[in-house]
């Protein structure tokens, strides 16, 4: 098991080692079934080759073993679905921590970059509208409204603080793209038209990639943003720098003229 695990990116995130358990078991089956089935495929080019059978048989092969085998793959699976694959998804989409508990974001999927939306000290999201999108404003943030005011907007960086759940609203601008973290072990695709909430927990600090997981147009391989895992004080003064920059700049004192 070990094996595998070192080809799999590190684990990022509380929920990684499940995963890859799950992972590493499906793998496991696969590999006795691709050399069982790779094996019997051999027996049976030699067995039933053309000097030993000059007459074809309609009724093909009438052993229970083959029978017995395939109900314990079948057993095995089912195994597989209903104690890991089945109660590791329940905890993904089953409840998802408050969002007084949590950092809550909002991440908006477009050809090609991913814009992330913070909603700033309040702790409330600002109006959005399609109306007001440019190229300087590619979530239609409308400013004026008074929840807006302290959103903070990046486009693909995504900061977290460590060891705090993270509820991301999901959605997208155009077509079909997947927000993939890999290290966390998260992959989710944002869909034009819906917000899918998805929610995880880092639990190593560093920077890792947000790769977009669905072949969404000719920009897709340049669909990569960041996400940068911190210190809950780190978090907190990159936070509270992006809210600065959003204060309108101080009126210039005029200095006193000496005649
Ligand atoms: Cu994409």
């Known amino acids: 098991m070990q094996q595998f695990l070192a ?13 890859d358990q799950m992972t590493v078991l499906v793998h496991w089956l696969m590999l006795v079934l691709f050399v069982g089935w790779g094996a019997f495929f051999v027996f049976v080019l ?34 597989l679905l209903v ?14 921590p408050s969002e007084n508990e ?3 974001v909002r991440v908006v999927a477009e050809q090609f970059s991913w814009n992330i939306h913070y909603p700033g000290p309040d702790g409330k999201f600002g109006r959005t509208d399609i109306s007001l999108v440019s190229a300087d404003n590619p ?14 907007t990046t486009i693909n960086q995504l ?16 077509v079909i793209h997947s927000f993939g973290l890999y290290e966390m072990r998260v992959k989710q695709d944002a869909i034009p038209g819906m917000t899918i909430p ?11 990639e947000i790769a977009c997981s669905q072949l969404c147009g000719l920009g897709h391989f340049r669909m990569r943003g960041f996400i940068t895992i911190q210190s809950a004080a780190n978090y907190k003064k990159w936070y509270d720098d992006q809210d600065k920059e959003l204060l309108p700049p101080p009126v210039a004192t005029p200095t006193p003229t000496v005649l």
């Open 159 to 174: 900061n977290l603080p460590v060891d705090k759940p993270v509820l991301v609203h999901l959605s997208s601008k155009d």
């Open 102 to 104: 949590a950092t809550v």
């Open 46 to 79: 030699f067995r039933f080759r053309k000097s030993a059978n000059p007459k074809a048989d309609y009724v093909g092969a009438k052993g229970k073993i083959s029978k017995g085998l395939e109900i314990v793959i079948v057993v095995v699976e089912a195994i």
């Open 7 to 19: 080809m799999f990116p590190i684990q990022a995130s509380t929920h990684a080692a499940e995963v």
């Open 139 to 152: 979530l239609g943030l409308d400013r004026r409204d008074p929840n807006a005011k302290d959103d903070i």
């Open 83 to 96: 104690f890991y694959a089945i109660p590791a998804w329940a905890k993904r989409v089953k409840t998802f």
């Open 198 to 208: 998805v929610w995880f927990i880092p639990n190593r600090i560093g920077e890792y």
